[in-house]
């Protein structure tokens, strides 16, 4: 442990370095707001490791605290600390701004301080989402998130940008405001914005069935679920790459989040009640979006649906309410950051050289690409579920926890593995192996040092914690024990 605010550092100082960058790279100093850019996400990913070397596993409790008066008069916090189950999202979110600020880096010719700047400023509140203990705070870094992203996709992304980007917001923020009416109620019962006196806070079963229907509107939307994932294939297709490797890595991760922060611990009771509806919600995310993956001719979009299936996985893990289940569930959704990112940063390569992500465009490209058809087809594997890889073991392990709670719930999750294998290596195969398909392929570069480099660290990350995943899963222990403790125990 330090006396050094760590937390503080991990969400002001990306957004201040965005400021900065905003405010030097107007057109005339590009190549040194990029500079600024990459000092800045770099530093901002340091700053974090220290609470990874300094967290006490043992610990179930908050770690890093920091708290000082905001608004006195409501008592209103700047809270901040981590646990077993956020801190490893805040080293993840600073780690990938890193990588999508190099991915950025020749690619973004227009705007590219303010594109700098807008995921700067966005990695500094994603954190801050990670971090916050004060409800409002929470849910301000929450809402704050939404408008780089939304900018991001607005002003860099393909044809339809606008459109996608409108609803996105549109979907994100009106989940938002019925979380924002449970957040006022539980202040107006509990007389704090604390969101550790609500895990505490005596509810009836009635009140705790409409918060948990309040918060499901807001978490739901962002995770996504089906029936409320219409938003993200467009907004995939239409995001920049960087955008989308962000949104895949980080941002889907936020509505699971609050499902463990928020509705599992506050309204405990609820939860268990209804789970048979979100499980039953999961397991259709899994299997009828795992077939429609399955029709894609767009890469991305295939991509896409595959996160909604792989996020169902996620959403069903938490809600069978055992140990395997739940870290399982984190597992997949660190995995998921490192393998949808590269994904994502693999069909951007693609799309620089040949300005598309129609899958019946491409064919043959291990023969002039041979060493990003290697990293492609590791992240492909990943995706699939191949044992040795980040892929296998949450996916393993939620189904190993299914099977403990309800055998054909189980057997139903591990339909994931074998959809998951067929949309992903039919879309390799089709892209990569066979006859060159045309010039446009023929003539494609192999990657650079700079694509090397970010597809390469992502290879490292995603055979590390396949291979020896405990120095992820150490650190959740005991924070995910205590919370099916408090679970478990209820409120009535």
């Not at 330090?2 to 790279?25: E, F, H, K, Q, R």
């Not at 190099?102 to 990670?130: D, H, R």
């Not at 999750?413 to 959809?419: E, N």
């Amino acid at each position: 442990m330090t006396d050094i605010p760590l937390l503080s550092l991990a969400v002001w100082l990306p957004i201040a370095g965005g400021l900065l960058v905003l405010a030097s790279g107007d057109g005339r100093n590009v190549a040194f707001s990029k500079l600024i850019a990459l000092v800045t996400a770099i530093f901002g990913f340091l700053v974090t490791i220290p609470l990874y070397t300094g967290f006490d596993t043992a610990s179930a409790g908050m770690q890093f605290v920091e708290l000082m008066p905001w608004v006195r008069d409501y008592n209103i916090n700047y809270h901040l600390g981590v646990d077993g189950i956020s801190m490893p999202f805040v080293i993840l979110n600073s780690f990938i701004t890193v990588l999508v600020v190099m991915a950025g880096w020749t690619v973004i010719e227009y705007k590219p301080s303010q594109y700098f700047a807008a995921f700067l400023i966005m990695s500094g509140l994603l954190n801050g989402i990670f971090s916050a203990l004060d409800g409002i705070l929470f849910y301000v870094f929450f809402e704050a998130s939404l408008i780089p992203l939304y900018l991001v996709i607005g002003v860099w992304g393909g044809k339809n940008r606008v459109y996608a980007a409108f609803k996105f917001f549109l979907y994100t923020l009106l989940g938002s405001l019925l979380m924002l009416v449970a957040l006022l109620y539980l202040f107006h019962k509990s007389g704090s914005f604390a969101i550790l006196d609500w895990h505490r806070e005596p509810l009836a079963m009635t009140v705790q069935s409409l918060i948990f229907w309040a918060f499901f509107a807001s978490f739901a939307v962002k995770v996504p679920m089906w029936p409320v994932h219409t938003w993200l294939p467009d907004a995939h297709v239409e995001a920049p790459t960087g955008g989308s490797a962000v949104l895949a890595a980080i941002g889907l991760k936020l509505g699971a989040y609050g499902f463990l922060r928020f509705s599992l611990p506050i309204v405990p009771d609820a939860a268990q009640h209804f789970a048979p509806v979100v499980i039953g919600l999961s397991l259709i995310a899994v299997i009828y979006i795992g077939l429609v993956a399955l029709a894609q001719t767009d890469m991305k979009k295939l991509v896409a649906y595959s996160s909604i299936s792989h996020m169902g996985f996620v959403t069903l893990g938490f809600f069978i309410f055992n140990p395997l289940g739940i870290e399982g569930a984190l597992v997949q959704m660190i995995s998921h950051g490192f393998v949808s990112a590269a994904m994502f940063l693999c069909i951007g390569v693609l799309y620089d050289r040949m300005h598309t992500r129609n899958i019946a465009d491409y064919g043959g490209v291990v023969n002039t690409m041979p060493k990003f058809a290697a990293l492609f087809l590791l992240f492909a594997m990943a995706n699939a579920g191949l044992p040795a890889t980040s892929g296998f073991i949450g996916e393993f392990m939620v189904v190993l926890g299914a099977i403990q709670f309800n055998f054909w719930t189980g057997f139903a999750a591990a339909t994931t593995l074998i959809l998951g294998a067929a949309y992903t290596l039919w879309m390799y195969k089709r892209v990569v192996f066979g006859d060159v398909a045309n010039s446009h392929v023929a003539e494609l570069s192999d990657i650079n040092a700079r694509e090397m480099l970010i597809l390469g660290v992502l290879a490292v990350c995603t055979l590390a914690m396949g291979i020896w995943p405990q120095p992820v899963t150490e650190i959740m222990h005991a924070t995910v024990n205590q919370l099916l403790d408090h679970v478990a125990a209820g409120k009535l």
